[in-house]
């Protein structure tokens, strides 16, 4: 979490009500963060099929469908952003570094754009 709201958890922990407005702050900022990842791979599906013309069921399945066409360091990039997004969705109380993430999806970006002259 970012320094802003572990500060705003902090003050507010010390009563009932201000327990309940920190868990209620939590909850949002989980909610706005798991929003981030998925918006982020949906985007990445969504250039591999119109751009790669990937095929396949999730992430994971779409790498494994245009492998060839992808360099080593997509690839990388790619699973890692997958498995993120699948912990984050799959199991309980799993939690990611949200800038490794957003750093990832620069990253996937930039790999995009100099190698098939287009992003998402």
Sequence with gaps: MGQTWMNAI???AGSAAGTY???ELAKRYE???L???IECTRKI???MEKRLMA???????????VV???DKEEILTLR?????????????DVKIRPDEFDRLCKNIRKLFKERHGKTF
């Design 21 to 23: 407005m920190a868990m």
């Design 68 to 70: 060839y066409r992808l």
């Design 80 to 92: 890692r952003i997958a498995t993120m997004r699948n912990r984050l969705m799959h199991e309980a």
């Design 45 to 47: 599906e969504t250039f």
């Design 35 to 37: 929003q981030k990842v």
């Design 31 to 33: 909610s706005v963060r």
């Design 10 to 12: 902090l003050l507010l």
């Design 55 to 65: 095929k396949g069921a999730g992430l994971h399945a779409k790498i494994n469908n």
